[in-house]
């Protein structure tokens, strides 16, 4: 069974960093491009940031700057490091693993709060 398990979530100061990590199992992990999504309240789920097998990452404009995706293959994880963090980026936020070959292999994670404070 596919597992991916988001942690690293909670309420922070505006200004303040945050790291996301989530762990998958069931999965070729280095073989998936991993991303991170947030749905904040009434709102769309959105694309937060990506990183590709190959390291290549992509991000929202809204935290292009701010926030860094890494993976560590060895330990089947992937992290999202926050910071300077904005009330706007209060969110639940997932961790999604998309195969790039066969595009039905889409797994989500069960999502992690986050809360910046003003």
């Known amino acids: 069974q596919v597992q991916l398990v988001e942690s690293g979530g909670g309420l922070v100061q505006a200004g303040g960093s945050l790291r996301l990590s989530c762990a998958a199992s069931?999965?070729?992990?280095?073989?998936?491009?991993m991303a991170w999504y947030r749905q904040a309240p009434g709102k769309q789920r959105e694309l937060a940031a990506r990183?590709?097998?190959?390291?290549?990452?992509n991000y929202a404009d809204s935290v292009k700057g701010r926030f860094t995706i890494s993976r560590d293959n060895a330990k089947n994880t992937v992290y999202l490091q926050m910071n300077s963090l904005k009330p706007e980026d209060t969110a639940v936020y997932y961790c999604?693993?998309?195969?790039?070959?066969?595009?039905?292999?889409?797994?989500w994670g069960q999502g992690t709060q986050v809360t910046v404070s003003s």
């Open positions: 999604n693993a998309d195969n790039p070959t066969f595009t039905y292999l889409t797994y």
């Open positions: 069931g999965i070729i992990f280095s073989r998936y491009t």
């Open positions: 990183i590709t097998s190959g390291g290549s990452s």
